[in-house]
T-cell receptor, first 114, second 114 residues
Framework: DQQVKQNSPSLSVQEGRISILNCDYT??????FLWYKKYPAEGPTFLIS?????DKNEDGRFTVFLNKSAKHLSLHIVPSQPGDSAVYFC?????????????FGTGTRLQVTL | KAGVTQTPRYLIKTRGQQVTLSCSPI?????VSWYQQTPGQGLQFLFE???????NKGNFPGRFSGRQFSNSRSEMNVSTLELGDSALYLC?????????????FGPGTRLTVT
């Protein structure tokens, strides 16, 4: 069973516009969420994270929103740039007990066009 | 500071064979996790090692095993390879065992089973 779901396999956005990537989860025990970005032939790199005690975290052009009641989080990129074109993975963890195990979604490929 | 390195980068094996993949974490990092990435499945957690002990294991058959050495380098082994084992195998290291801390990924080993 896929506990972390990214239902959009791909997304195309024009440069300068907002990119919104979505992620849903089913396990209510998850209390920490992360976004990773992956370029071809490279490993994923950490982008931004959020604790379940918050509903928003911002870092430059990247903002993550968490809606615990809906078990939904989203990553907003504003403004989108061509260098943002990559696969974005949402990940979740339970920080107690099974620390450091991340459950990943299947990824969303973002294409930022000129 | 050197990043996470994985060897080999590419590997082709035949069904029934076994394979060993290697991961060298960032210097000073003691936690090493392994993930399998396949199209449509995202990154799936295999196992985590810390201080030479397996601390966490994902839902993979016993054909998948690993170990960690005293210098924190880790190896994973897959025995009796099956076609479905074809995937990108990613190793990630972190300073401590804490899912809130960033994990640093290597570029992966692309395994093809024919």
């Amino acid at each position: 069973d896929q506990q972390v779901k990214q239902n959009s396999p791909s997304l195309s956005v024009q440069e300068g516009r907002i990119s919104i990537l979505n992620c849903d989860y089913t396990n209510s025990m998850f209390d920490y969420f992360l976004w990773y970005k992956k370029y071809p032939a490279e490993g994923p790199t950490f982008l931004i994270s959020i604790s379940s005690i918050k509903d928003k975290n911002e870092d430059g052009r990247f903002t993550v929103f968490l809606n615990k009641s809906a078990k939904h989080l989203s990553l907003h990129i504003v403004p989108s740039q061509p260098g943002d074109s990559a696969v974005y993975f949402c990940a979740a963890s339970v920080t107690a007990g099974t620390a450091s195990k991340l459950t990943f979604g299947t990824g969303t490929r973002l294409q930022v066009t000129l | 500071k050197a990043g996470v390195t994985q060897t080999p980068r590419y590997l082709i094996k035949t069904r029934g064979q076994q394979v060993t993949l290697s991961c060298s974490p960032i210097s000073g990092h003691r936690s090493v996790s392994w993930y399998q990435q396949t199209p449509g499945q995202g990154l799936q957690f295999l196992f985590e090692y810390f201080s030479e002990t397996q601390r966490n294991k994902g839902n993979f058959p016993g054909r998948f095993s690993g170990r960690q050495f005293s210098n924190s380098r880790s190896e994973m082994n897959v025995s009796t390879l099956e076609l479905g084992d074809s995937a990108l195998y990613l190793c990630a290291s972190s300073l401590v065992r804490d899912a809130r801390r960033e994990q640093y990924f290597g570029p992966g080993t692309r395994l093809t089973v024919t």
